[in-house]
Every structure is written in structure tokens, then in C-alpha cells.
């Protein structure tokens, strides 16, 4: 498994956020279900508030080629406000990463520590929401960015999403693909399920776009993946 990759996992732990810089931190102000995204892997994770990372998943782009993986992983989290975690793959391998709590105990910013790496990210607690399809339509702006690993060509999305709360999306977007913009409309579906993460697709131009998400900051934000092969782009996208 590539280090590099692997190390999106712990980007995760990204998202073990907490405390004050006044309040002295521990191992218990890291607790509940984060979401985080790392270069270009987008995925979810709990803390267990005694240095334990349980349930972790992800969707990552090995250079264009998507995947899902599970992970575990434990961390340590000093009075500063500032960590150290390691993630331990289902699949094999393994990574570390140091990390630094924001003042509000939402958010979370992390830099890979592997020997050779070069990797960080950032991570946000999915919080108080009530996630699904909940018929309430809600409108995300959205940002994108990554490339097509084969050609190298970097790509860029601004794209509003209106989700109508029963499975529908609309909206338009602008998509820089090498140099080349595009602004149209778009429309799609998309499924949501009760553990806060999700899968569109939409229909921009006679592209047909595909992304899995992970919803945080108690339903205000997401951050998104795309997972059609040969691409490996990511973001975040707000209410």
C-alpha cells in the first residue's frame, strides 16, 4: 500500500479536533464520529475518547484508482492541544501523523509523519444532525480540485448543489479540465444514509459525474470525493 495513500487515512485523525488553547487537552476530548479529507482521500471515523480510532473508512485515488478501506488506529493527545496518532490499515500497512486541535474543539489540521511522505489535511466533527433524506432541500457550494493522474491535467470544480431532500440533485457548476472551461447546468441523484455519508451522481454537459461524501459540522458541510476512474479529485462543499 502506498505510504502516501495510506496516510490519507490518518489524515482522519484530522479530525480528532478539540479543546481550548486555554483548557488543557487529553485523550478524552477526542470522542465521537469525525470526517476528514486528504489529498485524495475523503473518509469518517470514531474516537473513542481513550485514545482508540474505531470504525474507519475511507475512499481514496491510488493515481486514479478508486478504492474503499477500513482502518483502525490509536492516538495520544498532550495538554497543548497537540497530538501524535497512528493508523493501522485492514488491508495492510500502516502510517503516522502529528496533529494540532483548533480553539473550538470542531476541527482539526494533521501532517503525515512517515519518512519519505509528504502529505496533510484536515478533519471537522460531524456533530448534532440528523442525516438521510429527509425531504428538507438544502444548497451547498462546492469546491474541487485534483487531476487525471494518467495525463496529468489539473482539474477544478465550483459547482452549486441543491439537494431536495428526497434524492434529487440540481444546480450548474464551472469545470476547468486542463485550461478548458465549462459552465452548464446539472442534475442527478444522490442516496444519503443514517450514518452521515453518501453517494451523487449528476449529468454536467455529456459528462456523467460520480462522488461519495461524508457529511460534518452538524450538517452544514461535506467533504467529496470523485470516484470515477482515473480521477483523483477531492473537496469540501457548505451551506
Same mark, same amino acid.
Given at each position: 500500500?502506498?505510504?502516501?495513500k495510506c496516510f490519507e487515512v490518518l489524515v482522519f485523525a484530522t479530525l480528532v479536533a478539540v479543546g481550548s488553547a486555554s483548557a488543557a487537552c487529553s485523550n478524552g476530548t477526542l470522542n465521537g464520529v469525525w470526517g476528514f479529507w486528504a489529498g485524495a482521500a475523503v473518509g469518517q471515523f470514531t474516537a473513542d475518547g481513550n485514545g482508540n480510532i474505531t470504525a474507519g473508512s475511507e475512499t481514496v485515488s491510488n493515481n486514479?484508482?478508486?478504492s474503499t478501506q477500513t482502518f483502525t488506529g490509536t492516538y495520544s493527545v498532550a +495538554?497543548?492541544?497537540? !497530538?501524535?496518532?497512528t493508523i493501522n490499515i485492514t488491508r495492510g500497512g500502516s502510517l503516522t501523523a502529528n496533529f494540532v486541535l483548533d480553539q473550538v474543539n470542531k476541527g482539526v489540521?494533521?501532517?503525515?509523519?512517515?519518512?519519505?511522505?509528504?502529505?496533510s489535511g484536515i478533519g471537522a466533527a460531524?456533530?448534532?444532525v440528523t442525516c438521510g433524506l429527509t425531504g428538507q432541500k438544502v444548497t451547498f457550494a462546492a469546491l474541487l480540485f485534483g487531476k487525471y493522474p494518467s495525463t496529468n491535467t489539473k482539474v477544478d470544480y465550483v459547482v452549486q448543489f441543491i439537494l431536495d431532500g428526497h434524492g434529487h440533485v440540481s444546480g450548474s457548476? +464551472?469545470?476547468?479540465? !486542463?485550461?478548458t472551461i465549462t459552465s452548464t447546468p446539472i442534475s442527478g441523484t444522490y442516496t444519503e444514509s443514517g450514518n452521515c455519508t453518501g453517494k451523487t451522481a449528476i449529468k454536467a454537459g455529456t459528462s456523467t459525474l460520480n462522488f461519495n461524501f461524508v457529511v460534518v459540522a452538524?450538517?452544514?458541510e461535506a467533504f467529496v470525493i470523485q470516484t470515477n476512474s482515473g480521477t483523483a479529485i477531492a473537496g469540501f462543499m457548505q451551506q
Open positions: 500500500m502506498n505510504f502516501k486514479g484508482t478508486i +495538554t497543548s492541544c497537540t !497530538g501524535h496518532l489540521q494533521i501532517i503525515d509523519t512517515v519518512s519519505g511522505g509528504n502529505g460531524e456533530g448534532t457548476g +464551472t469545470f476547468d479540465v !486542463g485550461g452538524a450538517g452544514k
